[in-house]
Nanobody, 111 residues
């Protein structure tokens, strides 16, 4: 069964931190790049970060220096460490592998 399950969202004050997790079934995790996206109310879904199977990373400019994507290949899990959070980071965060998406986890940053 193909699945991606995000967790770790919540409510945090500006300047705070959260770590999101995305647990994936093995056949869509192993050997594939993993991605985080987010969608704020009334806005289109936005790509946030990517990590390749080899560990190379890339980020949207708005989160560079604040967010870190990582993966644990033994656990089939990708993480998004989010520091120095801002109210504009408020969104539903999704992970993606290939054509598969998780259900999303809500992140709300209060000012």
């Amino acid at each position: 069964q193909v699945q991606l399950v995000e967790s770790g969202g919540g409510l945090v004050q500006a300047g705070g931190s959260l770590r999101l997790s995305c647990a994936a079934s093995g056949r869509i995790f192993t050997g594939n790049a993993m991605h985080w996206y987010r969608q704020a109310p009334g806005k289109e879904r936005e790509w946030v970060a990517t990590i390749t199977n080899g560990g190379s990373t890339n980020y949207v400019d708005s989160v560079k220096g604040r967010f870190t994507i990582s993966r644990d290949n033994a656990k089939n899990t990708v993480y998004l460490q989010m520091n120095s959070l801002k109210p504009e980071d408020t969104a539903v965060y999704y992970c993606r592998s290939l054509i598969y998406w998780g259900q999303g986890t809500q992140v709300t940053v209060s000012s």
